[in-house]
């Protein structure tokens, strides 16, 4: 079935066509890379998905649910969680406190239960650290836990990013560029982590320029340049796609 | 650590429970108004310290609880101590309306439109807008709070009555902070984007601290206008949200224990140095200025939140 | 009819000061980002400053009303502009690096603190100008009998204004506090003294505050230690009007707000005149926050 649609998505800041006409399709249980030099609209598409923008035309769908009007918070609601390409951690907070902000939009309790500390707000606040630990061990970061974000390696914070993600208890994730400034150790460690993820039955959709980690990991790939679609197909295809070729390398001068 | 600043709390919650005995009718006032002032600053520190919204028209909120409270008493005779949590809901309904259509302004553009509100207030209460809050001069003849028949007339009285309400708050506030609903506001304070994107509805948490935070001041309102019997418009000017402001910033701003020392500071220091009292604002500017460069996060800044150790938290599979 | 014009050029007279006003304001926000709350109290330390210089010097005996205002238009602004950079140098340089909020609150303090300095100095009661310094006659135009001292304000306003406009659009200063309101950064790269620039900047700005502090002074004849709070809200909100950073938009501003405030008070009701300058702004904040004249930026994600 298919989770996301981008049905023709256009986006304009003043004169600029950041996305021009582009529509394709995430299928449920897939890992779909987006890649494309720099400037070509990849996190503008990402920040069509989740709200923070609206396109001038066109439509997204996120299970058959028509999303642009929706607020961003709303969306993550319905499924959709994200990491951002410039990490947006809250720095001067724990490790834990962190991910406790993803656990938000599934607790209930607001600020007269809290005053009252009544035993469901209770219970819930003993289930949110759980999931939040339960987060932090699966990204690798267990004994991080009462670090502060901003002392967290690169690597980490961007670890960190994802395990805030994935308490939202997402169907859809999207991940922004995550294995930016990590080494080799550390991005072979993230295509195991990607794995994970999907094997929780999470679909993941990555922007990414490390070609290894997207050769990897992708099944499907969708290749976008000055805000256009150039190219989709598996690793494979899009390997031998002269377009993609042309778009990342350059041509021939005569 | 813990074990010891708990001790430093009971012994000052000690300390002041016996301290209206050997002190004279002037300083028990004087402590009165330490309180009033830090229920006041702690009601900004839901919307400033917390939320980190720049707000400086925190008067106006109590200025309607007040006028609310003196008009339904001395046209109604409704008891006073009824009248709190009305006077609250009148303060934190306002806050809803007015709130609503600047919750998304940035920073120094909300700080202004806080202060043209607190303004605007201002200059409606003493035009005597709706012909009830009786122009400049304000209303008089607002009845003493009564307990089970026991009126409350002379500073003593009033202290235990002020300093209740301020130990009611500090507990109801600290696991206000401590709970989801202190996260989300902590959260958007930090970074707005992050924590919508986190699934946070920002706009409706803002929101939600300013009327949490104007609830509070108008029942202060309330308790100020049984206790002079008189308001007028002039009590709750622009300064007055100055001087809320800079105990919320000079004590520790997002700190409950923060904020009430502030409080002591700023309303209690200027009555013990009497003679300097002409020159306070002088010193406030100068000490604003100083603080900024100096010390940015107040004398007793919050403490991160404790969770239960990490070996404690039972192992869960993350699940679908 | 003939109150219409005369509550116009009012308007018009009181525009040209809170525009005075707005410029320091926009000048200081276009290169530091931040609201100079004291800018309101440099205005009324201008007239202060006026007001003592006038009686203890005698000037108007010596040199004649229109020397006199001259001389003194000179000093004061002069000294106004010094206490403003001194002002940068203390309250504001140190924050530089820190958070917004910091500067604003070190703004606020600074307010607080020139506003109780003059009252310490000056008292709290109104004080009031010499009224002899400049002839009390109207000037006839179409028909109308419009007060000199009008005309006067504002065409020294305009004068002032251009003479700014020109500044800063032709010299190489000028241009160089325009690099550096854009991107302070990039303007230190091209090999341009930033501190120095903003130096200027709090060098002009409260030197034109200053001025229509004096002005005020002379044309109402009374101030208060007070009135910087309301001016330089008031101008702030003309500021925002024009579009905040925008230098021809302050000018702009300040003279409509003083029109819709002048015909404000004449035909709906005087007691809320105050506040009609809060509503705009309020009102402008919610609705078209980059002014009349200003640019639409967007943050990126």
Same mark, same amino acid.
């Given at each position: 079935?298919?989770?996301?649609?981008?049905?023709?998505?256009?986006?304009?800041?003043?004169?600029?066509?950041?996305?021009?006409?582009?529509?394709?399709?995430?299928?449920?249980?897939?890992?779909?890379?987006?890649?494309?030099?720099?400037?070509?609209?990849?996190?503008?598409?990402?920040?069509?998905?989740?709200?923070?923008?609206?396109?001038?035309?066109?439509?997204?769908?996120?299970?058959?649910?028509?999303?642009?009007?929706?607020?961003?918070?709303?969306?993550?609601?319905?499924?959709?969680?994200?990491?951002?390409?410039?990490?947006?951690?809250?720095?001067?907070?724990?490790?834990?406190?962190?991910?406790?902000?993803?656990?938000?939009?599934?607790?209930?309790?607001?600020?007269?239960?809290?005053?009252?500390?009544?035993?469901?707000?209770?219970?819930?606040?003993?289930?949110?650290?759980?999931?939040?630990?339960?987060?932090?061990?699966?990204?690798?970061?267990?004994?991080?836990?009462?670090?502060?974000?901003?002392?967290?390696?690169?690597?980490?914070?961007?670890?960190?990013?994802?395990?805030?993600?994935?308490?939202?208890?997402?169907?859809?994730?999207?991940?922004?560029?995550?294995?930016?400034?990590?080494?080799?150790?550390?991005?072979?460690?993230?295509?195991?982590?990607?794995?994970?993820?999907?094997?929780?039955?999470?679909?993941?959709?990555?922007?990414?320029?490390?070609?290894?980690?997207?050769?990897?990991?992708?099944?499907?790939?969708?290749?976008?340049?000055?805000?256009?679609?150039?190219?989709?197909?598996?690793?494979?295809?899009?390997?031998?796609?002269?377009?993609?070729?042309?778009?990342?390398?350059?041509?021939?001068?005569? | 650590?813990?074990?010891?600043?708990?001790?430093?709390?009971?012994?000052?919650?000690?300390?002041?429970?016996?301290?209206?005995?050997?002190?004279?009718?002037?300083?028990?006032?004087?402590?009165?108004?330490?309180?009033?002032?830090?229920?006041?600053?702690?009601?900004?520190?839901?919307? @400033?310290?917390? %939320?980190?919204?720049?707000?400086?028209?925190? %008067?106006?909120?109590?200025?309607?609880?007040?006028?609310?409270?003196?008009?339904?008493?001395?046209?109604?005779?409704?008891?006073?101590?009824?009248?709190?949590?009305?006077? *609250?809901?009148?303060?934190?309904?306002?806050?809803?309306?007015?709130?609503?259509?600047?919750?998304?302004?940035?920073?120094?553009?909300?700080?202004?439109?806080?202060?043209?509100?607190?303004?605007?207030?201002?200059?409606?209460?003493?035009?005597?807008?709706?012909?009830?809050?009786?122009?400049?001069?304000?209303?008089?003849?607002?009845?003493?709070?009564?307990?089970?028949?026991?009126?409350?007339?002379?500073?003593?009285?009033?202290?235990?009555?002020?300093?209740?309400?301020?130990?009611?708050?500090?507990? @109801?506030?600290?696991?206000?902070?401590?709970?989801?609903?202190?996260?989300?506001?902590?959260?958007?304070?930090?970074?707005?984007?992050?924590?919508?994107?986190?699934?946070?509805?920002?706009?409706?948490?803002?929101?939600?601290?300013?009327?949490? *935070?104007?609830?509070?001041? *108008?029942?202060?309102?309330? @308790?100020?206008?049984?206790?002079?019997?008189?308001? %007028?418009?002039?009590?709750?000017?622009?300064?007055?949200? &100055?001087?809320?402001?800079?105990? &919320?910033?000079?004590?520790?701003?997002?700190?409950?224990?923060?904020?009430?020392?502030?409080?002591?500071?700023?309303?209690?220091?200027?009555?013990?140095?009497?003679?300097?009292?002409?020159?306070?604002?002088?010193?406030?500017?100068?000490?604003?200025?100083?603080?900024?460069?100096?010390?940015?996060?107040?004398?007793?800044?919050?403490?991160?939140?404790?969770?239960?150790?990490? *070996?404690?938290?039972?192992?869960?599979?993350?699940?679908? | 009819?003939?109150?219409?014009?005369?509550?116009?050029?009012?308007?018009?007279?009181?525009?040209?000061?809170?525009?005075?006003?707005?410029?320091?304001?926009?000048?200081?926000?276009?290169?530091?980002?931040?609201?100079?709350?004291?800018?309101?109290?440099?205005?009324?330390?201008?007239?202060?400053?006026?007001?003592?210089?006038?009686?203890?010097?005698?000037?108007?005996?010596?040199?004649?009303?229109?020397?006199?205002?001259?001389?003194?238009?000179?000093?004061?602004?002069?000294?106004?502009?010094?206490?403003?950079?001194?002002?940068?140098?203390?309250?504001?340089?140190?924050?530089?690096?820190?958070?917004?909020?910091?500067?604003?609150?070190?703004?606020?303090?600074?307010?607080?603190?020139?506003?109780?300095?003059?009252?310490?100095?000056?008292?709290?009661?109104?004080?009031?100008?010499?009224?002899?310094?400049?002839?009390?006659?109207?000037?006839?135009?179409?028909?109308?009998?419009?007060?000199?001292?009008?005309?006067?304000?504002?065409?020294?306003?305009?004068?002032?204004?251009?003479?700014?406009?020109?500044?800063?659009?032709?010299?190489?200063?000028?241009?160089?506090?325009?690099?550096?309101?854009?991107?302070?950064?990039?303007?230190?790269?091209?090999?341009?003294?930033?501190?120095?620039?903003?130096?200027?900047?709090?060098?002009?700005?409260?030197?034109?505050?200053?001025?229509?502090?004096?002005?005020?002074?002379?044309?109402?004849?009374?101030?208060?230690?007070?009135?910087?709070?309301?001016?330089?809200?008031?101008?702030?909100?003309?500021?925002?009007?024009?579009?905040?950073?925008?230098?021809?938009?302050?000018?702009?501003?300040?003279?409509?707000?003083?029109?819709?405030?002048?015909?404000?008070?004449?035909?709906?009701?005087?007691?809320?005149?105050?506040?009609?300058?809060?509503?705009?702004?309020?009102?402008?904040?919610?609705?078209?926050?980059?002014?009349?004249?200003?640019?639409?930026?967007?943050?990126?994600?």
């Amino acid at each position: 079935m298919s989770l996301l649609q981008l049905d023709k998505v256009t986006k304009t800041f003043g004169g600029l066509k950041a996305v021009d006409n582009v529509s394709y399709t995430v299928e449920s249980g897939s890992i779909v890379g987006l890649i494309g030099p720099n400037g070509a609209g990849k996190t503008t598409i990402f920040n069509l998905i989740t709200g923070n923008y609206r396109p001038n035309q066109g439509d997204i769908r996120f299970e058959e649910r028509s999303v642009v009007k929706l607020p961003t918070h709303q969306i993550v609601a319905l499924g959709i969680a994200r990491t951002f390409q410039t990490i947006r951690l809250f720095q001067k907070l724990s490790a834990l406190e962190n991910v406790l902000a993803g656990c938000h939009c599934r607790m209930r309790a607001g600020a007269l239960a809290a005053m009252a500390r009544l035993p469901f707000q209770r219970r819930e606040e003993r289930k949110a650290l759980e999931l939040a630990m339960a987060e932090l061990r699966f990204v690798g970061l267990g004994q991080q836990a009462d670090q502060m974000a901003a002392n967290l390696s690169y690597g980490n914070q961007r670890l960190l990013e994802i395990a805030r993600a994935l308490a939202t208890q997402p169907r859809l994730i999207i991940l922004d560029e995550p294995a930016g400034g990590m080494n080799d150790q550390e991005t072979a460690a993230l295509v195991g982590l990607i794995r994970n993820i999907r094997a929780r039955g999470v679909t993941v959709l990555l922007i990414e320029h490390d070609m290894s980690l997207v050769m990897k990991v992708c099944e499907q790939i969708v290749v976008v340049e000055y805000g256009s679609k150039i190219a989709e197909g598996d690793p494979a295809a899009i390997k031998q796609n002269p377009r993609v070729i042309e778009a990342y390398l350059g041509t021939d001068e005569e | 650590m813990k074990t010891r600043r708990s001790l430093i709390y009971a012994l000052f919650c000690g300390i002041l429970v016996v301290l209206p005995v050997f002190l004279n009718a002037y300083w028990v006032d004087v402590l009165n108004n330490v309180g009033l002032y830090g229920i006041l600053a702690l009601s900004l520190n839901v919307i @400033l310290g917390y %939320a980190g919204m720049f707000h400086m028209g925190h %008067a106006a909120f109590y200025a309607i609880g007040a006028y609310t409270t003196a008009i339904l008493n001395t046209a109604y005779h409704i008891p006073v101590l009824w009248l709190m949590p009305l006077s *609250g809901l009148v303060a934190g309904f306002f806050a809803l309306i007015v709130a609503r259509p600047i919750i998304h302004l940035r920073g120094d553009y909300l700080l202004i439109v806080t202060i043209g509100m607190v303004e605007i207030v201002r200059i409606a209460l003493i035009n005597n807008v709706f012909g009830i809050t009786g122009g400049a001069n304000g209303i008089f003849g607002i009845a003493r709070p009564e307990i089970f028949g026991f009126q409350i007339r002379r500073p003593h009285e009033f202290f235990y009555l002020i300093w209740a309400f301020m130990a009611v708050t500090i507990y @109801l506030f600290y696991r206000l902070e401590n709970s989801r609903f202190g996260r989300a506001l902590t959260y958007l304070r930090e970074d707005d984007v992050a924590a919508e994107g986190s699934g946070i509805n920002t706009a409706h948490y803002k929101l939600a601290a300013f009327v949490i *935070g104007a609830f509070w001041a *108008g029942m202060v309102g309330t @308790l100020y206008a049984a206790k002079m019997t008189i308001i %007028a418009p002039e009590s709750f000017n622009f300064w007055e949200s &100055v001087v809320m402001f800079m105990i &919320v910033l000079l004590g520790g701003s997002g700190s409950i224990p923060g904020v009430i020392l502030g409080a002591f500071l700023v309303v209690g220091l200027p009555e013990i140095f009497r003679e300097f009292a002409t020159a306070r604002m002088l010193i406030f500017g100068a000490a604003m200025v100083a603080m900024m460069i100096f010390r940015t996060e107040g004398i007793l800044p919050p403490q991160p939140r404790k969770y239960p150790p990490v *070996g404690e938290l039972l192992t869960g599979e993350a699940k679908p | 009819m003939e109150q219409f014009f005369q509550q116009l050029t009012n308007g018009l007279a009181v525009g040209g000061i809170y525009a005075l006003i707005a410029l320091g304001y926009t000048m200081v926000y276009g290169v530091l980002k931040l609201i100079n709350f004291a800018h309101g109290d440099l205005f009324t330390i201008g007239a202060y400053l006026g007001l003592t210089l006038l009686t203890t010097m005698g000037l108007a005996d010596r040199l004649g009303p229109l020397g006199a205002v001259l001389l003194l238009a000179v000093m004061v602004m002069g000294l106004v502009g010094v206490i403003g950079a001194l002002l940068e140098r203390i309250a504001y340089r140190p924050l530089r690096e820190s958070p917004r909020l910091s500067a604003v609150v070190s703004a606020l303090g600074a307010s607080i603190f020139f506003q109780n300095t003059v009252m310490l100095i000056y008292g709290a009661r109104f004080r009031v100008y010499p009224h002899d310094i400049l002839p009390k006659v109207a000037v006839n135009i179409f028909g109308l009998q419009i007060p000199l001292i009008r005309i006067l304000m504002l065409l020294t306003s305009v004068l002032l204004m251009v003479a700014l406009y020109l500044f800063i659009q032709r010299t190489k200063i000028g241009t160089a506090i325009r690099a550096a309101a854009i991107d302070q950064g990039a303007a230190r790269l091209m090999g341009i003294d930033v501190d120095k620039v903003i130096m200027i900047v709090f060098l002009i700005g409260p030197s034109l505050g200053g001025a229509a502090g004096l002005m005020v002074g002379l044309y109402y004849g009374q101030i208060n230690f007070t009135m910087g709070w309301i001016y330089g809200l008031k101008a702030f909100t003309a500021a925002i009007l024009g579009g905040i950073g925008n230098i021809p938009g302050a000018m702009v501003g300040g003279i409509l707000l003083g029109v819709i405030e002048a015909l404000g008070a004449a035909y709906i009701s005087i007691a809320w005149k105050d506040a009609i300058a809060f509503c705009v702004l309020i009102l402008i904040l919610i609705v078209r926050p980059t002014g009349l004249l200003g640019e639409r930026v967007a943050e990126k994600v």
